[in-house]
């Protein structure tokens, strides 16, 4: 396997700190050496430019495929958004060919704005995983397990099947790294969150679960088993550290402590949150209790895109306006947070989530030429304040190149356009 | 003068709805006629085709020239901020060289990101004024008069002098707009105010003033005339239809009738008030109460870029993460807020930020290929909740175009950006 020399005016490897005139060594799939170009002297091999390198930034919580739905309904109250517009679409369009027609406009969105790992919880998972494996793009499943049939199955022990094939067929995919999912504490009984988190337990993989979204979520929990939504995963025995507990907006201090003891993991989605009027989550309190937080986009119909850069600056944001206060939230944490924290929460922070020798190759360059990047003092202040995805040029997972100079290389993005395009055509009318 | 037909995939006047297949004759400087394409069959002449057209976006609040210091500190308290990092790098470095290389690159940014107006309050505006006469860039200047020594006057007596040849100077620009500006109550004495408030009557121009921004600002007016800032105004008769607002973060409902009633202006930086942790202006308040509002992104080195789009979508978000209620601020009133409030607030509404026939062509076309747009059911929702500053393809100010097929063509950008880093070298240490 051939090395390739990465040189940028700048790398910021996340887990250290900024290195201007820096340089990265990979061979493969693996990260060989980050440094100093000058450490580099007198290197006569394969060896290319650019202006800054990153870690690929990590989705922790998304419904890719809902980029079917993208802007098809805004700004309409939250249940006759979902119920009215959303859920009948899905019942009547959500097959798997829908699946393959949304995933790959929705994976090209992802690769050019910088991402190159995404967490997913929809239906025909094993559809989307075949086709983020052919692109080789980075992918974590998980087929959402509901009380009601879902457009992949009628029961929760079909649900429970379909998950295990999922789970098994990519269990040994060195970009696939499957995992378990149920919908929500609201839509699931007792019985299905608790054989879901036993197929988590049993392969030894997270199980993703939207939990304590909306107040209404808390007052349908809080009238059924009279307590919270964490509570009642308390009580069930289900907080552990494979659980990565998606949204988690309505947690007291009481339920923070609870996450932060059994080790659960949080996806935060400030921009769903607040586009769907949900709220805010304790993130700074979840990070002063030591708990491990993703950032994440949640699904692009209620985003309305699957953009972190855009997201790494809400965040940063919201929280400051929130506290009143401009020191929380600061850019450094805020960039981890979309990085290694993303990667750890989904169980794969050994392996990517920073530039570190030994990681695998997930790697995003971009473009500092443009005038919203000058002049320069912090790259981090910029990768969160200022820069977008625009400002990306060059993406490789697992050091292969999926994104060379604004041009998709593994997939044919103008044909994936064209599909969405269509679909949308027979979608628009219900 | 020659006419040209603008073909578009849609037209987003804002004034009227959406039109698919759209199209837009223009004239010289001037908008000739807004309607679908087959009112134009049998067009002859000269024609070009497009993605999106819209009015460009107007931002109604800035410091242009501190793109200097964008990046330069960041997540610092407020006060350690601007005390401690901007007014000693302004007293020191604010010259009008620093300005006449420091505001082409912000002038690039915004030209870029699909603004053809941009409002401005800072120093040596008469320098800034003319480099964006020469580029056609559409502009509202107002020299920041304060009661200390600024970079370019010493006295209130001078800064009302260069404020006034200001003004004289671009009367009668066609695309220069001057106006008169103070900082703030807490930074001007009630003299000072008055007299600025003077000119702008004398003139007949807005009166730019930064109000009620941080609950610092409150104190001080408490502590010094035991009132409100807005109250302060309002005792010293200068609510007017002619005072433009910028932030007013923290009012009551008695101090927005004040404006209400008075016919003040707002312009709005939710991305500012909330990287500095000021707050959250009570806009939905204001819209409910008829006051014009426009959309701004306030300096770039508290955002810390000068995008519309972002600043759009950051607006429409908060709103309604604060009111808990997704129906807040919905796409069609947040965009125009961003086009037509913003031209509204800098009394040139009459003039641009619609696409109307016999208005200016100031016009703002988007490349709608992009992964992230796709599908597209509604165009509003996409301009406010998917797209960004890099979907931008062309540019018109007054029908010249300024941005082709994106490339400035009245401009330098590389040069901007050369002076702009080599400033940056120099500004770095203090």
Wanted: charged share 20%; aromatic share 6%.
């Amino acid at each position: 396997m051939s090395e390739t020399l990465l040189l940028a005016d700048w790398v910021v490897p996340v887990s250290t700190p900024a290195i201007k005139e820096g340089a990265l060594l990979i061979e493969g799939k693996t990260i060989k050496a980050v440094g100093r170009q000058s450490l580099f002297d007198g290197w006569c091999g394969k060896k290319e430019s650019f202006g800054l390198l990153m870690p690929g930034l990590v989705n922790s919580h998304n419904h890719a495929s809902m980029a079917a739905f993208r802007g098809l309904a805004d700004d309409l109250p939250l249940m006759e958004w979902l119920y009215g517009e959303i859920f009948p679409r899905e019942k009547r369009w959500g097959t798997a060919e829908l699946v393959a027609a949304a995933f790959p406009g929705a994976m090209a969105e992802m690769i050019r704005s910088g991402t190159t790992c995404s967490a997913d919880m929809y239906y025909h998972t094993t559809v989307s995983a075949t086709l983020a494996a052919r692109a080789g793009f980075r992918y974590a499943p998980g087929e959402g397990v509901i009380d009601f049939p879902s457009p992949s199955f009628e029961t929760v022990e079909e649900g429970l099947v379909v998950s295990r094939q999922l789970v098994e067929k990519f269990a040994d995919h060195p970009t696939v790294h499957p995992t378990v999912a149920a919908h929500a504490p609201y839509t699931c009984a007792p019985e299905t969150l608790i054989s879901v988190d036993a197929l988590s337990q049993e392969y030894g993989v997270p199980f993703q679960l939207h939990i304590a979204e909306t107040p209404d979520e808390t007052q349908i929990i809080q009238d059924r088993y009279s307590t919270t939504p964490v509570r009642h995963l308390h009580n069930l025995g289900l907080l552990s550290p494979r659980l990565l507990g998606a949204h988690s907006v309505h947690l007291d201090e009481e339920e923070t402590a609870l996450y932060a003891d059994a080790g659960v993991k949080v996806s935060h989605d400030p921009e769903s949150n607040a586009k769907l009027g949900s709220g805010l989550a304790p993130v700074p309190q979840f990070l002063e209790a030591g708990i491990t937080v993703g950032l994440s986009t949640d699904g692009p119909c209620s985003n309305n895109d699957l953009d972190l850069f855009g997201e790494m600056r809400t965040a940063a944001l919201v929280h400051k306006l929130h506290g009143m206060d401009p020191t929380v939230l600061p850019a450094p944490q805020t960039l981890r947070m979309a990085t290694w924290g993303s990667a750890t929460a989904l169980g794969i922070g050994d392996k990517v989530g920073s530039l570190e020798k030994g990681k695998e190759a997930d790697i995003v360059a971009l473009d500092l030429s443009k005038p919203h990047l000058t002049p320069l003092y912090d790259p981090v202040s910029h990768l969160v304040y200022s820069a977008g995805r625009g400002d990306v040029s060059d993406v490789w997972v697992a050091g292969k190149r999926l994104l060379q100079d604004n041009e998709l290389v593994t997939m044919d993005e103008e044909a994936s356009l064209l599909s969405l395009r269509q679909w949308g055509e027979r979608l628009r009318d219900g």
